[in-house]
């Protein structure tokens, strides 16, 4: 058996209803037949409070194992580091987080708050990510915060992160299978390609056919502020509620695992020079990229011109 | 002697969010409530100086379960400022994904969330109905909970189709949608709508929506409950057997005001007709009015099918968002200076309340650094209609329509849980059968647009307002030089949970809570019951 503690903070709920349109397993089948057993969800749970403290008791004093330490949403540390803007009976969040994360086997940040603190990190509420805060190191628990397992934290960028992604993950913990991590700490399996692949108008972005208004099927990167290319996830590999994605239906991806989400500059416009994004795909060479671009313009058949491709 | 308790505080979890109730208990009655939001989020703050389109994208991220709400209100200031006409089919395809969701919320908190408390062993393991509940019920194990579980997750994939994804997509642009989804994916969503719908007649119901819609007082709705076994075990005859047996139907009474903000903009072209008004069904020129009311605070006036509006009781008023305010007096936050924000274009709005009771285009959200004080215990604002509160949610939407059924039960046994609960277990009857002739009409319209270029957003004030899933949410916006200079929410939570005003008057499930006998001073579970029939949603309530 494998026991998960879920516990929300600073967020908006958005992981779990992520999860709840899991695919690749269907959240029955997870916890019924991967005996994984949920000790406590906020959304879920029916045990009474006096029965959730004797719980979270239970695993302070190493009697009942946590296997799986979830949070959702952001550690909130205001004010002036206090915390006091997220409590429970009166006490900060943070310090009930940080006595249950002491004594899991894995702790999970799942969503880019918990991850990397997303919304509210130059904002009064304080807000950080477990062990990151944005790109930097350190976060809540510390850069050398390792779990009993001798894991750092996991981190399951996204807002919210994609569903198959956190069941995958609790399926992998479950059966023992152990996760390379990237420098943020995301799982390679997931976070190694770029939201770009697979999207559906890549043959657009190939002869820089782009667009600079709805509801077009052209490339939404040079000028709709799309980060596909810029920022890794399994949006359009495993796609969302077994259907789609944001750039396949015209919406701009907006970065969601990088950990500066979301970012200052405004949404829906691709900041630039010249017309020249400023931000290019992750690891080109300025110069030779727009070399390509030019040429590939050039090359751009006709069906493409005239939009004749459906996305 | 009376036996009071003072102060006991009920942390109430399956709330989307954090919630803490305190109560004082006497001879085993509630006689007074605190409801305490306990998270502080500050997304309003966030919002200014951020760019004009940038609502779209962040506040639907206020919260995973209403999501498309947030977007619809956002994009609705967007399209007041530019005067824009939105096109039908970018009409439609908004309405069928904001349906979805709220059916969506509608079933997974019914089940998973309120009647997953009929499980709990600690309070209801001797009640005859136990077994039967706990084998429904039970989180993740129980039956209902995973035909929930299942079939909610097919429905949202018509969101997907339309959007992109669900939770948190954008999909709703000033001027319509960003994407036309192919014929195979409109019929794709027939069908889900289609097995959906079969299984709630099925399961939910029991019965079929046309057996359900014949339902028009309380004295059917027994009669109903009699007259089949699959009725009297379908999720809602089971629930009305468990409120009666429990005395749910009993308790949780609350403020007796109840508000709408109207939802779902009709097409130009439908041959959808809006649910008339209980008061323009009794009266001849509020048409007329009610379009004054709108159209004098800067939004644009378009039909809805759901109708806004104010009830006192169920004697319903015509609705004028000029009446509404924020009270923070018992709020974590600073009070905002009215010359602080300067709404031009608000000449129209002048709140006869104390300062310290704002209309939205005036208020601010600051909060007060201690964040522990005096007479202060919430994170929630209060939220006042003409200075009273106000319940919203479906219940107060069926009151507003005036459903036959709800006038009926209200009129008779007075307002309950059950019947709080009940019409929300109920609302998918109406919203299903209208998604499919929007589907259709899609089809038939395929050609027509879907989108009308915008190319800038001019400086102004504006407001978004719709019915949530939860009920009535306002987005109110000002854009001064081509950046957000003003952002205030006020969601269906903070008038359902609020806290007391300058007046003491109590917030509705504070209210509420007033007189719910418990049983149990460990478990407090009828609390849970009174609170939970709000359908709460601290997340968007502390934003």
Known sequence: ?311 | MSNIIKRINIPLNRAEGDLEVHVDVTDGVITDAWSCGTMYRGFEDMMVGRGVLDGLVITPRICGICSLSHLTAAVGVLDVLTGISVPDNAIRLSNLALMAETIQSDIRQSILMYMSDFANHEVYSKHAMFEDAFRRYSPLKGSSAQDVIRESKKLIEIIAIIGGQWPHTSFMVPGGVTSIPEIHKILQCRLIIKNFKNWYEKRVLGCSIDRWNSITSVKKLLRWLDESQRQKESEVGFFLRFCMATGIDKIGKGVENFISFGNLLLPESTTVQPIESARSATSKDNSTKDKYALESDGLKYRKRFIPSGFARGVSVEPFNQAKISEDISHSWYEPSSFVEIQAQSTNTIQPSKPIGSLHPFKGTTKPYASGNSGEQYSWTKAPRYDGLPAETGPLAEMIIQGNPLFQDMVKSNGVNAMVRQLARIVRPVALLSIMEVWLDELMVNRKAPFYNSIKDIPDGDGAGMIEAARGALGHWVSIRNSKISHYQIITPTAWNGSPRDANKLRGPWEEALIGTPIKNLNSLIEAGHVVRSFDPCMVCSVH
């Open chain 1, 1 to 311: 058996m494998t026991t998960v503690y879920w516990m929300q903070s600073g967020g908006c709920g958005g992981d779990t209803y992520s999860l709840f349109s899991s695919e690749i397993l269907d959240i029955n089948d997870m916890f019924e037949n991967l005996d994984i057993e949920l000790l406590w969800h906020p959304s879920l749970s029916n045990i009474s409070a006096n029965e959730h403290l004797e719980l979270t008791d239970s695993i302070l004093s190493k009697k009942t194992p946590l296997d799986i330490l979830i949070l959702e949403g952001a550690i909130i540390r205001g004010p002036a580091g206090t915390g006091m803007f997220d409590t429970k009976d009166g006490h900060p969040k943070k310090d009930i987080f940080h006595a249950l994360a002491t004594n899991a086997r894995y702790v999970v940040a799942v969503g880019t708050c918990a991850a990397f603190g997303g919304f509210g990190v130059d904002h009064a509420i304080e807000a950080t990510g477990l062990q990151f805060c944005k790109r930097k190191r350190g976060g809540f628990l510390g850069k050398n915060f390792v779990s009993l397992s001798g894991s750092p934290v996991i981190n399951l960028a996204g807002c919210p992160c994609h569903h198959d992604v956190i069941s995958g993950t609790l399926m992998a913990i479950a059966s023992g299978a152990v996760f390379e991590l990237d420098e943020y700490q995301r799982p390679v399996e997931w976070y190694s390609t770029m939201v770009h692949q697979g999207c559906t108008r890549n043959e657009y972005h190939e002869y820089r056919i782009e667009e600079s208004d709805f509801g077009e099927m052209g490339c939404l990167f040079f000028h709709m502020g799309c980060a596909g290319p810029l920022v890794p996830g399994p949006c359009n590999k495993l796609l969302w509620n077994n259907q789609s994605s944001k750039p396949r239906a015209g919406v701009p991806c907006f970065g969601c695992t990088d950990p500066e989400f979301p970012r200052t500059t405004p949404f829906f416009y691709t900041p630039n020079i010249e017309g020249i994004p400023i931000q290019l795909p992750r690891g080109v060479n300025r110069a030779h990229y727009m070399v390509y671009k030019s040429m590939a313009a050039e090359a751009a058949p006709d069906r493409l011109k005239k939009r004749s491709s459906k996305v």
